[in-house]
């Protein structure tokens, strides 16, 4: 039979918009559902005509059209956590107050903040979550220390973190200490982990858009309703999308080679440049001896012309002299006669 006519009773609840579909099985486990007045077990298939309830309410079918489903987008501020559980002290359904039952696509880190996506139409989250489906979303991106050329190759050419290799990605500097970049993946916690392996701390991090959705002018802690227009691009872009997780972790045996051809190109780049940490953008930083630099500026670094410093050697066991003849003077007895 097709899905048209029957449907796992998890996905059937899940899909009305009343909770996920872990939820659901809890809820079945507790025999707290019931199908045609009967109590059903794990597993069971929705038949046409049948009559879902929890918890005593009914449980409707999901329109053809979803024109019952809700699609809103929520500019998070910090300190919200993304999470469906009313017992977490602020958790994202608690911040937004909404009327009906819905459950955020994807997260965002406690810490973070910006636009995500909450809706009660369970069918359409995996579909923009999965990497595979290069649906991109873009950051806004603050930094602890000034931005260099190798940070930027690096962070586009991909990161080794978490026992993989990051995708290639778009990243443009804005400002010294700031960059926006653009991903397609969603490991955990991925552009702090990037940055943290290059030496960076996130200070700052911002989500300013998923796919042709923008934060425009929400401010922090309002939302709104997605438009039909914004709705229609969405469903085209996720039109034919894989619903299921695809296994992006590389084999070790390729983990490893590409650990090491990461380590070897980063020793190429940082022996290339002419700094430890390479060209900084915004305002010259220098490193290391402040009078190997100024000769570098004077001379040019490659310049085989530029004077080099000599080297002394002093002897510590070498006895001073006041001439360049010997004295010899009467040695002195210390000894009590």
Not at 35 to 42: D, T
Not at 45 to 68: C, H, L, M, T, Y
Not at 91 to 114: C, M, Q, T, V, W
Not at 151 to 162: N, Y
Request: hydrophobic share 30%.
């Amino acid at each position: 039979m097709s899905q048209d006519i029957e449907k796992r009773l998890n996905k059937f609840i899940s899909d009305s918009g009343h909770c996920s579909r872990r939820e659901a099985d809890k809820l079945i486990e507790q025999n707290r559902v019931k199908i045609n007045g009967q109590v059903p077990e794990l597993g069971t298939k929705v038949q046409p005509g049948d009559e879902v309830f929890v918890d005593g309410k009914r449980i409707n079918k999901i329109a053809e059209n979803k024109s019952d489903r809700i699609y809103i987008a929520y500019n998070k501020p910090t300190g919200i956590t993304c999470t469906t559980e009313r017992d977490v002290y602020g958790n994202i359904i608690d911040a937004i107050r909404h009327k009906e039952r819905i459950f955020p696509i994807g997260r965002l880190d406690k810490p973070s903040e910006g636009l995500i996506f909450l809706t009660s139409d369970g069918d359409i989250v995996n579909k923009i979550l999965r990497a595979e489906n290069a649906h991109d979303k873009e950051y806004r991106v603050t930094v602890d220390q000034p931005l260099s050329e190798r940070f930027v190759d690096r962070m586009q050419r991909g990161v080794p973190i978490l026992d993989t290799i990051t995708k290639p990605c778009i990243v443009k500097v804005e400002s010294r200490f700031v960059f926006t970049i653009i991903l397609t993946q969603g490991l955990n916690r991925q552009i702090r982990r990037m940055c943290e392996y290059l030496g960076y701390e996130v200070t700052r991090l911002q989500r300013t858009r998923i796919m042709n959705v923008t934060l425009n002018n929400l401010k922090a802690g309002q939302w709104r309703n997605l438009s039909e227009k914004e709705m229609a691009e969405i469903n085209t872009a996720v039109e034919g999308s894989s619903k299921t997780a695809v296994n992006t972790t590389l084999p070790k045996e390729q983990q490893s080679t590409d650990q090491t051809n990461s380590d070897k190109l980063s020793r190429q780049r940082k022996a290339s440049e002419p700094t430890a940490s390479g060209a900084y953008y915004g305002k010259v930083e220098r490193s290391g001896n402040a009078e190997r630099n100024n000769r570098n500026d004077k001379y040019g670094s490659n310049d085989r012309t530029a004077p080099k410093a000599k080297k002394v050697f002093v002897n510590k066991n070498a006895k001073p002299s006041t001439s360049s003849a010997t004295i010899n003077k009467p040695k002195l007895s210390l000894k009590r006669k």
